[in-house]
């Protein structure tokens, strides 16, 4: 994958996730709720200062920090990347990250406002930039998973 469809496809997670997060800021008051699929899926605005499940609320300074430091790790795996599922893996990461990172430096906060309930169990609000994550990682534990496999044969 060349350098430009790299940077391609992280713009384009990048913008989907800030455009969804303004679309949300500008129709939704805060703790603003729709419901989408009854009992299952709602819109929910909410701003989170933490990380997931909003643990460590409030450190902004420490999660710019660890985040300029995780973009710089992602970077240089991607560099070093041998596989197409761990580049698309550590691509998703990246562009999670950067969407995140752009809420907390401009708002102190992230934009959350997907909100589902699964098995009666009310999930954590979160966004688009948190799916690509959460989905680069799986990808990312795949890829190793195999990589490991191929090795051992």
Do not use: W
Not at 91 to 119: A, E, P, S
Not at 143 to 151: G, P
């Amino acid at each position: 994958m060349s350098i430009l469809s790299t940077l391609f496809f992280i713009a384009v997670i990048v913008c989907a996730d800030q455009f969804s997060k303004t679309l949300i800021v500008e129709k939704f008051a805060l703790r603003e709720s729709a419901e989408i699929i009854p009992g299952f899926f709602r819109i929910t605005y909410v701003q989170n200062t933490g990380a997931g499940f909003s643990i460590l609320e409030g450190q902004r300074t420490f999660f710019l920090i660890v985040t300029v430091i995780a973009l710089a790790a992602f970077i240089y795996l991607l560099i070093k990347s041998e596989t197409a599922l761990g580049k698309a893996a550590l691509i998703m990461m990246i562009g999670g990250t950067i969407g995140n990172f752009i809420d907390r430096l401009l708002h102190v906060y992230v934009v959350d406002f997907l909100d589902f309930i699964i098995f009666g169990y009310d999930f954590p609000v979160f966004n688009i930039a948190d799916s690509f994550l959460t989905v680069g990682v799986f990808l990312m534990i795949i890829d190793l998973i195999r990589s490991e496999r191929h090795a051992k044969a």
